[in-house]
C-alpha cells in the first residue's frame, strides 16, 4: 500500500503502521515474560547460591559425615541437571506454560520441606524434590525468552536475563550468609516462600500457552538411560574425595556411566524421536558452543565453592563473612552480562566468548600465584571479580549463539541440552573441586573443611590442604584455556 499524504505530511501506509504496533505489542509482551523468568530465575539461583556459604552451619547442625555434607550441596546439582534434559524434551511436547508453573509449585514446596528437614538424610530427600522443580524452571526460562523477544532485540533480552542470575548470585551468598548467621539454617529455605509464591501467580497471568503440533513421542528410554549415565558419573566423581577413589560406590557409579553411555548414544541415534536430537552437534560452531556451555561453569562453580570452603576453614570467617567476600564472582558476572548483550551487536560471539575464558583465566591465575593460608583479601577479591568478568562476557553470545541457530518448534530441546551441559558443568565443577581438595586430607580435616572448624588443622593438614588447592586452580585454570581456544575455533559470525 503506498503512503498517504495528509495536512501533517507524508505519513507511512497503514500496513506499516500495523507491523509497528504488531511489533511494540510483541515488545511489551516480550518484557512482561522477561519478567516472569527474572522471578523464576532469581528464586532459583538465590536458593542454590544460599548454600555455598551456608554449608558449614547446616554440616554443623547435623553434625553431618563428609558423604553427607557433600551430598547436601551436589544432590540438588545432580537431580537438576538430570531432569534438565527431560524436561527440555517435555517443554517441546506439552507446552512450556503448563511445564514453567508445575516446576514453579515443585520448587517452593521442596523449599519448604528443606526449611523444616529433621535429619541431614531428609534434607537430602526434600533437595531432591527441589531440584525437579527448579530444572522444570531453568529448562523453560531461555525458551520463552527466545519465543518472545524478536531476533533483533533477543541479545539484550538474554543478556539481561544473566544479569538477573547474576544478581541473584549476588544477592545469595550474602543472604544466605546472613540469614544462616542470624536466624539459623532454615531460615535459608524458608525465606524464599513468598518469592515463590509472587512468581507463581505473575506467571500464571502473563504466560501465554504455546504448543507445537506434533506427532513426536516422549523418549522414555533414553530418560532412564541419561539418568543412570549422568547419576553414575556424578555420583563417582562427588564421592571420590570423601570415601576414596577405590571405595564400592565409586566404582560402581563409574563402571554405571561407562557402560551405559554408548548404549544412550546408540539408542538416540536409532529412535525416531530421540530425548536428544544428535543432529543439534553435526554443527561445528554450535559444537563448540555446548562444549564451552560445559566449561564455564565447572570453573566458574568450582572456583567460587572452595574459595569459599577456604574462608572458612582457612581463614576462619564467618558464613556471613565468607558469603560477602565471594561476591565479586557474582558482581562481576552481572556487570559484564549487561554489557555483552550490547557487544554482541558490534563483535562476534567467538571473539566474545574467547575474551570471557581469557579473563575467567587470568583471575584463577591470581588466585593461584598468590595462594597461602595468609593471603591478602584483595588478592582474593581481584581474582574472584575477574572470573566473573569473564563469565558474563562469555554467557550471553554463547547462549545467543545456540538459540538462534535452531528453529523454534527445536528450542525446548536445545536449550535443555545447553541447560543440561551447564548444569553438568556445575555439578562437575562443584563435585571435582571438593574431590581434589579432600582426597589427601584425614577424616577429621574433611569434616573440618565442611564444617568451616578452622581449629581442626594440623600443620602437616594445612600444607596438604594447600596444595591440594594449587591442583584444583590448575586443573580449572587448564579449563579456560581449552575453553578459550575452542571459542577461536568457531566461525567469527555476528
Known sequence: MPAQTTAAGTRPADGADLDLAAEAAQMRYAWRVFSVTTLGVMLVFINSSTLNVALPVVSRHFGATPGQASWILLSYMLVNTIFILVFGRLADLIGRRRLYLLGLAVFVLGGCACGFAPSANWLIAFRVVQAIGGAAIITNTTALLTDAFPKHALSIGLGMNSSAAAAAQVLGPVVGGAVATWFGWRAVFLFNLPIGLVALVWAGMTLRGVRFRTEERFDLLGAVLSLLMLGGFIVALSMGGSQGWDSAVVILGALVAVLVAPVFLLSQLRRRDPLVDLSLFRDRDRGFAYVTTTLMPLVTAGTVLISS???????????????????????????????????????????????????????????????????????????????????????????????????????????????????????????????????????????????????????????????????????????????AVLSLLRRTRR
Not at 562476534?348 to 579473563?359: D, R, Y
Not at 583465566?361 to 597461602?372: E, F
Not at 548444569?423 to 565443577?429: D, E
Not at 596444595?467 to 584455556?481: P, T
Request: proline letters at 3%.
Open 309 to 483: 570452603l577456604f574462608l572458612q576453614a582457612v581463614q576462619g570467617y564467618d558464613a556471613f563473612g565468607a558469603g560477602w567476600r565471594v561476591m565479586p564472582a557474582a558482581l562481576g558476572t552481572m556487570t559484564a552480562a549487561l554489557c555483552s548483550g550490547r557487544l554482541l551487536r558490534r563483535f562476534s560471539s567467538s571473539t566474545l566468548c574467547a575474551t570471557g575464558m581469557s579473563l575467567a583465566g587470568v583471575g584463577l591465575a591470581v588466585l593461584l600465584v598468590n595462594l597461602r593460608a595468609d593471603i591478602p583479601y584483595p588478592l582474593v577479591g581481584a581474582g574472584l571479580l575477574l572470573l566473573g568478568l569473564g563469565s558474563g562476557t562469555f554467557l550471553t553470545p554463547n547462549t545467543s549463539s545456540i538459540m538462534i541457530s535452531v528453529p523454534s518448534n527445536r528450542r525446548g530441546i536445545a536449550n535443555g541440552i545447553r541447560s543440561m551441559l551447564q548444569n553438568t558443568g556445575q555439578v562437575s565443577g562443584a563435585a571435582l573441586s571438593l574431590a581434589i581438595i579432600t582426597s589427601p586430607l584425614a577424616i577429621e580435616a574433611k569434616r573440618a573443611v565442611y564444617s568451616g572448624a578452622v581449629r581442626h588443622f594440623t600443620a602437616e593438614d594445612l600444607a596438604a590442604l594447600l596444595g591440594s588447592y594449587r591442583v584444583a586452580l590448575s586443573v580449572l585454570l587448564f579449563f579456560c584455556v581449552l575453553g
